[in-house]
């Protein structure tokens, strides 16, 4: 089946309207299915430690439990890389899960975080780092 322009047009004006979003990622890490997009952005430098490098972000809520998103992004395993850190905490202010992948020649990086709010939200931070100079796609 297609779409006449004229019809694609009111499918996206409608799909604006009504609050629906396209699924989202950053880099080869999905959004969670159901979050909301809080912020997107991209910058240069050193960021979650790991050297200069360009990077994309996105901040994100959830309202599933903090178990079952952080059990989605722990699950995520793509091939060739490793987690170069993985820590969870608990304090007064809710549970953090940190979890951050190298690949095999240390030029890509991700950065996981999430953390549990007090009025059960969950804020989910995505990063994608790389080297050499060239934007993450």
């Not at 991209?42 to 059990?71: C, I």
């Amino acid at each position: 089946m297609t779409l006449s322009r004229a019809a694609r047009g009111a499918l996206l004006i409608a799909f604006l309207l009504t609050g629906c979003r396209a699924r989202g990622e950053v880099g080869i890490l999905p959004y969670y299915p159901g979050a909301q997009v809080v912020t997107i952005g991209e910058s240069q430098g050193k960021a979650f430690g790991f050297g200069p490098a360009a990077w994309r972000r996105a901040d994100l809520t959830a309202r599933d439990p903090y178990e079952r998103v952080r059990d989605f992004y722990a699950s995520i395993s793509p091939t060739g890389w490793t987690s170069t850190l993985v820590n969870e905490t608990t304090k007064e202010t809710g549970r953090r899960y940190d979890r951050y992948l190298a690949d095999g020649r240390r030029r890509e990086f991700y950065a996981i975080q999430i953390w549990e709010q007090a009025e059960g939200t969950v804020h989910i931070t995505l990063a994608w780092g790389k080297r050499a100079g060239s934007a993450p796609r």
